[in-house]
């Protein structure tokens, strides 16, 4: 079992849709979660980041952590076409540079 | 303006050759790291350094060499051991364990390698 799994299948909404994205994991020792957005041939750039379980929202993001179930979303509210872009998820422990990220998750807004 | 810088953008080799990579921050990071990125893989990360003179593997550092001389430099050899270097490559910096939060890292842009 890998240790963040993440659905890599392209996703493609009308604008103004709310995106919904997830990422489950199975080391329960993970603490910081983060989701980064990477737009096509450049490098990620942290979007959002939560610490422990509860809600973020930041604008029309909001992330989501359940450390119950080891599951963590992304939503993204009235969607634009510059929201088009790759969304990794990734998460660490306290202190540790190392990040263990999910697969990416391709996502389209059609105008 | 802060940040990191790779280059170049794209870059293409022989089979066989060696290939250095460049990364340069200016953001006074301590921690650095290179990750290899395929279609539909994440980023998988190859070298990371925590400070100078000082550098560990990750998870597929096999085929390649780093090393780490100044604080703000950080270049990635991939060699001819490397049995699939066709990727791209992102280089990344954090603020060390030691101060701060370290969840965070910035990212270059990225180098496209192709070997032919």
């Known amino acids: 079992q890998k240790e963040v799994e993440q659905d890599p299948g392209p996703l493609s909404v009308p604008e103004g849709a709310i995106v919904s994205l997830n990422c489950t994991y199975s080391?329960?020792?993970?603490?910081?979660f983060m989701w980064y957005r990477q737009y096509s041939r450049k490098g990620p750039e942290l979007l959002m980041y939560t610490y422990s379980s509860g809600n973020k929202e930041d604008g029309r993001f909001t992330a989501q952590v359940d450390k119950s179930s080891k599951y963590i979303s992304l939503f993204i509210r009235d969607s634009q076409p510059s929201d088009s872009a790759t969304y990794l998820c990734?998460?660490?422990?306290?202190?540790?540079?190392?990040?263990?990220f999910g697969k990416g998750n391709q996502v389209v807004v059609i105008p | 303006d802060g940040g990191i810088t790779q280059s170049p953008k794209y870059l293409f080799r022989k089979e066989g050759q060696n290939v250095t990579l460049s990364c340069e921050q200016n953001l006074n990071h301590d921690a650095m790291y290179w990750y290899r990125q395929d279609p539909g893989q994440g980023l998988r990360l190859i070298y990371y350094s925590q400070i100078v003179n000082d550098f560990q593997k990750g998870d597929i550092a096999e085929g390649y060499s780093v090393s780490r001389e100044k604080k703000e430099s950080f270049p990635l050899t991939v060699t001819s051991a490397q049995k699939n270097p066709t990727a791209f490559y992102l280089c990344?910096?954090?603020?060390?364990?030691?101060?701060?939060?370290?969840?965070?890292?910035?990212f270059g842009p990225g180098t496209r390698l192709t070997v032919t």
């Open positions: 990344a910096s954090s603020i060390s364990s030691t101060g701060g939060p370290t969840y965070e890292q910035y």
């Open positions: 080391n329960s020792a993970f603490q910081y």
């Open positions: 990734a998460m660490t422990l306290y202190g540790n540079n190392r990040l263990a």
